[in-house]
């Protein structure tokens, strides 16, 4: 059966790490669990290491962790619909909010039930994803400062997310300048200004983040050890932290190009192939339903992924020089999209080691 091995002590490693890395620099992190879904074992394993808040983006997370046990602030990155707001005053201590009449509404349900939710304005500095557009966004604030009074304590932007927009000091700049207007105009100071994510690291590691700069969220470069947008691991991390283990179902030769005219695939794509031969080719246990195969390293060296269907994978093993029959397991490296399906498909096994 399909299995994630998860390396808890690379975790707990990267955590403490990036702990260290951003304090220096006068930066609080949330560590985000969102891409294991609020796994408690690993949720725990960072709160250990002195990560004092979790970022989600969904209340069945954050209610999986407290019902575990485990009371750390919780930061709700992204807002469900209006329906669900309930949830979010019961659940989240802070909420980051790109909209005017959510802001109003979540307000007013913190007023009726007397919680002390805090809000996050989320700025947007050009990745175009949440958040008012930053050329807009100094009367936008006023109004959201007029409705939410002393809950709103601060403001954010999230960049390489959707457009892959580079983290670069003026980006910061923006939210800073946005927040020293705000005081002068209104008088309200923000105390938080949340800036990054894992691909706003380069500005702290080159020293160049624009002071006052106080607040990260950061899931891939714990979970992963890489910086997608930037394409890079993040120096001092380890990758070492989860591996996913196919079980070899069938092995046989077969020519490299199907027989037949070819339509699409079982995804709607029309796949391409070259002619290199008669291949030698393993059937792993898994595919699309628990894996992004483009996302997989093979562990095993001179093995190539090939292709995935829902439930198949195809792993071309034709130069690989070790020995390997039906029943034995392919590890594999994970990409933050591979890591995501695999740790939301209930049909592989999670199994932790310390
Ligand atoms: C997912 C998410 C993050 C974490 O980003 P990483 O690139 O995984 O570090 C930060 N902020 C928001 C708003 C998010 O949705």
Redesign the pocket.
Known sequence: MAYINVNLRAIADNANYLLKLTRESGVEIAA?T??VCGDPVIVDTVLEMGVKEI?E?RLENIARIKKAGLDPRFLL??LPPEQRFPEVIELADTA?VGELGSLRKLKELVDDRGKKTEFIYMVDTGDLREGVMYYDAFEELKEAVSIAGSNLVGIGT?L??FGGVLAKPEKFDILLDLGRKIERETGTVFTVYSAG???SLPLIENGMLPEGINHY?????IMCGTDVTNNRSVPGVSRDTFTIYGSVLELREKPSVPIGDIGQDAFGRKPVFQDSGIRLKAILDMGEQDVVPSGLTPLFSDCEVIHGSSDHLIVDITDYSGELSVGDSIPFRLSYGALLRAMTSWYVRKEYVV
């Not at 969220?217 to 470069?221: C, F, K, P």
């Open positions: 985000v969102k891409v970022g983006s990155l992204r980051l999230n390489g997310c994510n894992t691909a969220r950061l899931g891939e470069s």
